[in-house]
């Protein structure tokens, strides 16, 4: 089971959490509610008619910090990733609570959907910038 699901761009390698999620640098990490319901979001890729999450991934063995040393294999255009995770996060956001238990258990909505919400917003700002760089990137599954 992943841990995290990271964003690595091709230039700028390991993209930490935006400063807007973490103005006081309390040391936020985005990436890890989201891996632990990778199935499920890309569920809702599915049912939204998005390319799923997992196009856009690449496994990693070993550690978060062997991401940044491991550059070969495919990258991806920011602006089509962008695509994908803002329909998620929209879906997220704004669904009843009946079409998020199709897809979640109670509990789970309860305690951890702001946090996927967070990691899903994470990654929509850093998508936002990559695509201003045009900064190929991949959602790195360790």
């Known amino acids: 089971m992943a841990h995290y699901a990271s964003i690595v761009t091709r230039t700028v390698g390991v993209r930490n959490t935006p400063r807007e ?17 990778w199935d499920a979001l890309n ?3 599915f049912q939204l008619g998005v390319p799923a999450l ?3 991934q690449w496994q ?24 994908t995770v803002s ?10 609570h009946k079409q998020l238990k199709a897809h979640f258990t ?12 967070f990691d899903l917003r994470a990654y929509e700002m850093i998508l ?3 695509r201003e760089q045009k900064d190929p990137f991949r959602l790195s599954i360790c």
């Open 21 to 37: 999620l973490d103005p006081n640098d309390e040391g936020f990490v985005y990436g890890g509610p989201a891996a632990s319901c």
């Open 106 to 117: 109670e509990r789970f909505i309860e305690e951890h959907l702001e946090w996927i919400v």
């Open 60 to 83: 990693v063995e070993g550690s978060k910090e062997d991401i940044e040393t491991e550059y070969e294999g495919i990258w991806y255009n920011p602006a089509e990733g962008l695509q």
């Open 43 to 45: 569920q809702i890729c």
């Open 87 to 96: 329909a998620v996060l929209q879906f997220l956001q704004h669904s009843s």
């Open 54 to 56: 997992k196009n856009f």
């Open 128 to 130: 936002i910038t990559a």
